[in-house]
């Protein structure tokens, strides 16, 4: 399956993420924790901005800053819900300029 691919500019700061719903995630559950990484991670390039912001949508999303024009990221969000179900996502992050 594709990735999904987001467009960002190398000076913005802004939050990337996920909202979940059924089949993915069950009704009335929650996601309890999540822990996202950047691929590949270098000093100096995109880089993720404070704690994770989990929602109530239950979604998870993640400021982040910088990267290096025309790169490429991979995004990964691991997600533990209330229900202790991991999900994984992954967005591809382009840096355009």
């Known amino acids: ?9 190398s ?3 802004i939050p990337v993420g996920w909202i979940l719903s059924p089949p ?8 309890a924790s999540c822990v ?3 691929d590949p991670l270098v000093s100096g390039e995109l880089e993720a901005v404070g704690s994770v912001i989990i929602g109530s949508e239950p979604s998870a999303a993640q ?3 910088g990267g ?8 990964t969000y691991e ?9 994984i996502k ?5 840096i355009i300029f």
């Open 68 to 75: 290096l024009e025309n790169e490429e990221y991979v995004v």
């Open 79 to 87: 997600m533990t819900t209330s229900g202790s179900k991991i999900i």
């Open 1 to 9: 399956m594709a990735q999904p691919l987001f467009l960002k500019y």
């Open 90 to 94: 992954k967005i591809i992050v382009r």
């Open 24 to 31: 993915e995630i069950d009704a009335g559950e929650t996601i």
């Open 63 to 65: 400021m982040l800053a």
């Open 36 to 38: 996202v990484t950047i």
């Open 11 to 13: 000076g913005e700061k």
